[in-house]
């Protein structure tokens, strides 16, 4: 397993004194090497705060971060440096992730040069990064002479400069249209198949849900479910979803299930041999129609 948390939480003091906000409510996630999966959710759902976590750029309040079997929450200042090294980071905005006086060549370089790992031969990476993000002849060219998606693609090449073991993207294409969000999805998916880089982007985009090994939903700080490919599956859309069952025993169903049990408001949980059924209670029609004669009365 290369990273793998445990029971996370994580509060931000809010302005009214006395209350506090908790962004992250025991949240639970295990990302195996190698492997491309995507976080869904709507703003204010925890996403940001998950990965700046994972980055070490932020601690969490309670609960524990392990990297290939190290707790995180114990590194030292420089341990922690070094395992920034091992982590590469792309946010939603360009101009979060590039320098806007520089070149896309110096751009890349730029990591290389003044902090990470020793990378031989600079330039020669960054020309590399270049060309297989089909940035080939745009080398000299500054982020405001590039479109929206070179910005991007350009992001990406900074992320892996220093060649990370673990690429965190942040709403990679919040700011893209449709078409070039299809592009960057394929680049991320060619470069967790041809390089090995283990891959999580954190987004409110679905279509990252059919593109992925596996898709975790979160909402109100809590992964509630996960989607992965059916056995046999013949396209990427094929996936089964899962719930998750957290430490408190809370559930949330899927929202195919939730269609179908309009006007259900409880249930009976049994398990049965090694299966948990689910019975709901509906109101009977005798408990309807007094409802409804009560409201004739009045």
């Not at 408001?265 to 029609?285: F, H, L, Q, W, Y």
Request: hydrophobic share 35%; charged share 25%; net charge neutral.
């Amino acid at each position: 397993m290369l990273l793998k948390c445990q029971d996370l939480i994580k509060i931000y003091p809010s302005p009214v004194a006395g209350l506090n906000f908790p962004a992250l409510r025991g949240l639970h996630l295990s990302i195996k090497k190698g492997e491309l999966i995507s976080i869904i959710g709507p703003s204010g759902a925890g996403k940001t705060t998950l990965l700046r976590l994972l980055s070490a750029y932020d601690q969490p309040s309670s609960g524990e971060i392990w990297y290939e079997g190290k707790l995180i929450n114990q590194f030292t200042e420089p341990e922690i440096n070094l395992y920034r090294n091992e982590v590469g980071i792309m946010y939603q905005s360009p101009r979060d992730n590039l320098i806007w006086g520089l070149s896309a060549l110096d751009n890349i370089m730029f990591p290389m040069r003044y902090w990470g790992k020793f990378v031989p031969n600079h330039k020669q990476r960054a020309w590399e990064l270049l060309d297989r993000l089909g940035l080939k002849g745009k080398e000299s060219r500054k982020p405001a002479h590039l479109s929206g998606g070179e910005q991007q693609r350009v992001a990406i090449a900074v992320a892996l400069a220093n060649e990370p073991t673990l690429l965190l993207a942040d709403e990679p294409t919040g700011e893209l249209d449709s078409i070039t969000t299809g592009v960057i999805i394929d680049y991320f998916r060619e470069l967790n198949r041809d390089l090995g880089i283990t891959i999580c982007v954190a987004t409110h985009d679905r279509r990252f849900s059919t593109m992925t090994d596996r898709t975790y939903k979160i909402q109100d700080g809590r992964l509630t479910s996960f989607q992965f490919p059916k056995e046999g599956a013949t396209t990427a859309a094929d996936r089964e979803e899962v719930a998750i069952i957290d430490a408190d025993g809370t559930i949330k169903l899927p929202d195919e299930i939730l269609k179908q049990l309009k006007g259900v408001s409880s249930a009976k949980v049994v398990i049965k041999g090694d299966k948990i059924e689910m019975i709901p209670s509906r109101k009977d029609k005798k408990t309807k129609n007094n409802d409804e004669g009560s409201q004739k009365d009045d």
